[in-house]
C-alpha cells in the first residue's frame, strides 16, 4: 500500500510559477513509477508528465513540455512538478499517482492522491 499527498498548489497569475510536491509513503513508495495528472472541471482527467522509479526517464505531455519539470528525491519518497510560465488553462486538480511503470495512461497507475488545486489567473 502506498500513500501520496500533494501540496503546494494555489492561486498564481498568468507567467507565474508553483511546485507541486506528492510525498509518498508506505512499503513500495521508494520503487514505484510517479505520474501526475490533472483534471478540469468537465473535463477528462489528463497526463501531464511522469518518472521512472530511479528518475532516469521522463515524460511529458505536449502541452506542458519545456516549461513543466518532474523530478524525485527517492531519499525523501517525494515527487516534485516545477510548473513555470503558467497559463490560465492550466488551472485543474492535480493529482500525483504512483505505479510499476512510468506511463501517459492513467490506468498503469494504483495509488492516487487526492489531488492539488492549481488556478492561475490571467
Known amino acids: 500500500q502506498v500513500q501520496l499527498v500533494e501540496s503546494g498548489g494555489g492561486l498564481v497569475q498568468a507567467g507565474g510559477s508553483l511546485r507541486l510536491s506528492c510525498a509518498a509513503s508506505?512499503?513500495?513508495?521508494?520503487?514505484?513509477?510517479m505520474g501526475w495528472f490533472r483534471q478540469a472541471p468537465g473535463e477528462e482527467r489528463a497526463f501531464v508528465a511522469a518518472?521512472?522509479?530511479?528518475?532516469?526517464?521522463?515524460y511529458y505531455a505536449d502541452s506542458v513540455k519545456d516549461r513543466f519539470t518532474i523530478s524525485r528525491d527517492n531519499a525523501k519518497n517525494t515527487v516534485y512538478l516545477q510548473m513555470s510560465s503558467l497559463k490560465p488553462e492550466d488551472s485543474a486538480v492535480y493529482y500525483c499517482?504512483?505505479?510499476?511503470?512510468?506511463?501517459?495512461?492513467?490506468?498503469?497507475?494504483?495509488?492516487w492522491g487526492q489531488g492539488s488545486q492549481v488556478t492561475v489567473s490571467s
Open positions: 499517482a504512483a505505479g510499476p511503470l512510468a506511463s501517459r495512461s492513467f490506468r498503469a497507475y494504483v495509488y
Open positions: 508506505g512499503r513500495t513508495s521508494s520503487s514505484s513509477a
Open positions: 518518472i521512472s522509479r530511479s528518475g532516469d526517464r521522463t
